[in-house]
């Protein structure tokens, strides 16, 4: 079992940054690859970014890549999300979830564990 916890969010005005973090309690959190979803208001939950259990691999969508940086502490039980020159497109509430698979899926279906999201507002 698996629980996670965002934190992070904010108003930021464009051009402007962000980071956040998701903790996870639990033994294995080691043993999971990560991925950081988003949802806007009346859109489905898009992939944003995933990292394997290692760290060693990092996947990217391509609307925030060269942006957006994940990153993930195993001795922290943390996983992050750097967000750099932020849009307002990029509004949406964040969610970070965890999956048994070896490398990130872009599938929300294939997360089992999920946070409670936290909220990313850019202002133009």
Known sequence: QVQLVESGGGLVQAGGSLKLSCVASGRTFSTYAMGWFRQAPGKGREFVAGISWSGGSTYYA???????????????????????????EDTAIYYCAATPRVVPATTPSDYNYWGQGTQVTVSS
């Open 62 to 88: 391509d609307s925030v890549k060269g942006r957006f940086t994940i990153s993930r502490d195993n001795a922290k039980k943390t996983v992050y999300l750097q967000m750099n020159s932020l849009k307002p």
